[in-house]
């Protein structure tokens, strides 16, 4: 098996790239659309997200686990890939019917828009990159994406080009999405057959009682930010850009950390299924210490140069996304936390269900939080950012709680995580201290970062930190035996 270094070096790779895309495209799209339209755009997206998780049907994470783990078997594991890329067909398709529905029903005033993105949900027929991710062939999956998302650049910039041109982006958009699919669906079925011996209502039942915990918990998470997005929709004062651009921005920043979690899943699985323990721990212990050591500076760090980043993307014609954009920066200490418990422990213990429960009741504090909201008449994104954490902070606990007793010897937080958190709140006072300099925005912006980066990068050389010392005696060994030949 290939080194996980590598693996996750390439998907680290990957999504520093995906990072691109959006820098590149966001702020050149919104220097010129218009607001109304955008809005619509974002409209459109929200409704989109709600369907996903109904049309994906968990598929991808249970694929991605439960390949891995029969993947040295050929035969099993190409009759697994057939049922469940069967199940998806219909799972898409019939979501593809109830959105194009929809749109000729209640959208007249946008159908061009909800139209390009039915192609957007039909290319979801076609998703099969958990095999890839399930057989680590994440060289193959960087070097096809970046390719695509290439194309997809340069259609943008040579053909969008008029503030009424949403429409063309979102189709874009869609075809892009429709291509990269279809790539490795390719891809895939040229290595795997199709296999449907064997394949009857015992041998799917099981995994359609799976795929349905799947299924609530990502609709479970719609609590949360989605649900978001729906009151303000209904209730708010045509602020969606405000709430879904910085939202947007976060995901894709996140993105690139979490591949070093979600690169250990089909390992990780493997390890569980073969009762391996030892190797197990070790992997997980060293994956989650790595995560934390870039997640949390990487949090503080958009909280703190939220009106760079903002300026940067938006030109300035967003000022109300700062704050919001702050504020989702600094949910992502909660949200690392949940993303290392559920994905490398309690998915692989194959307890979804006990997470259904959990979410289900944080998405029903922050239903109450959001009507409170309404009601007393503070509804903003800002507002909906706080009463969403505020909801995640029990299930988190919840999830903790739960980890420990599935396995006491697995540790969330240790001292090395306390103390990158530590070093991450400084970010603040230097930003502080950046401030009373008055560079303005973009060169006190810069100047944080690159202040920041030092500060950071300094005390875990000076502090001999375990995980940054592993990672630069590596690299400073790899350039001696280069040097030497």
């Known amino acids: 098996m290939r080194s996980i270094k590598i693996n996750a070096i390439l998907k680290m790779l990957l999504n520093i790239f995906n990072i691109f895309v959006p820098l590149a495209v966001g702020p050149y799209i919104s220097s010129f659309f218009d607001k109304d339209l955008y809005n619509e755009f974002y409209a459109a997206q929200a409704l989109v997200s709600v369907l996903l998780p109904f049309a994906g049907f968990g598929i991808y994470s249970y694929g991605m686990r439960y390949v891995s783990r029969v993947r040295e078997d050929p035969k099993q594991a190409s009759k697994l890939f057939t049922t469940l890329f069967s199940i998806s067909c219909v799972t898409n398709i019939s979501i593809l019917i109830i959105f194009v529905v929809y749109s000729f029903l209640m959208e007249q005033g946008s159908l061009d828009i909800y139209l390009a993105y039915s192609i957007y949900l039909f290319a979801g027929v076609f998703i099969t990159e958990w095999m890839n991710e399930a057989y680590e062939r994440y060289g193959f999956i960087m070097l096809k994406t970046i390719i695509v998302r290439l194309c997809y650049i340069v259609a943008i910039f040579t053909l969008v080009k008029k503030p009424d041109d949403v429409f063309l982006y979102t189709m874009i958009a869609s075809l892009a999405e429709l291509l990269n699919n279809i790539s490795s669906f390719i891809f895939v079925k040229k290595r795997v057959k199709f296999n449907f011996e064997g394949i009857n209502w015992a041998y799917i039942k099981p995994i359609i009682k799976a795929l349905f915990f799947l299924v609530l918990i990502s609709n479970a998470h719609m609590l949360f930010v989605q649900l978001d997005k729906m009151f303000l929709r209904t ?19 996140v993105n690139v950390v979490n591949g070093l979690v979600l690169v250990t899943i ?66 992502m200490f909660e949200i690392s936390a949940s993303t290392v418990m559920t994905n490398q422990v309690i998915y692989i213990y194959g307890r979804e269900k006990v997470i259904t429960y959990f979410l289900i009741a944080g998405g029903v504090i922050n239903l109450i939080l959001n009507s409170a909201l309404v009601l007393l008449d503070w509804l903003t994104p800002f507002a909906l950012v706080l009463t969403t954490i505020l909801a995640e902070i029990p299930v988190v606990l919840l999830e903790w709680r739960f980890v420990k007793r599935l396995n006491p010897q697995i540790k969330l937080f240790q001292k090395c995580t306390v103390k990158y958190f530590v070093l991450s709140v400084c970010f603040f006072p230097i930003s502080y201290a950046v401030s009373l ?24 050389l000076i502090t001999k930190d375990e995980m940054a010392m592993e990672y630069v005696n590596g690299v400073m060994g790899k350039l001696r035996l280069r040097k030497a030949k």
Request: proline share 5%; glycine share 12%; with cysteine.
């Open 235 to 253: 209730f708010g004062r045509n602020e969606m850009t405000d709430y879904t651009m910085p939202q947007t921005l976060v995901d894709t920043l």
């Open 266 to 331: 089909p390992r990780l699985s493997y390890y569980f299924s073969q009762k391996d323990e030892k190797n197990y721990l070790n992997l997980y212990k060293k994956a989650s210490q790595t995560y934390f050591m870039l997640i949390y500076p990487v949090a503080v760090g958009i909280a703190v140069t939220s009106n760079l980043i903002m300026d940067l993307y938006g030109h300035g014609r967003f000022p109300g996304t700062i704050p919001v954009l702050a504020l989702f920066g600094l949910r």
């Open 437 to 460: 300099l008055q560079l303005g925005v973009i060169k006190g912006g810069f100047l944080t970062i690159g202040a920041c980066v030092v500060f950071y990068g300094g005390a875990l």
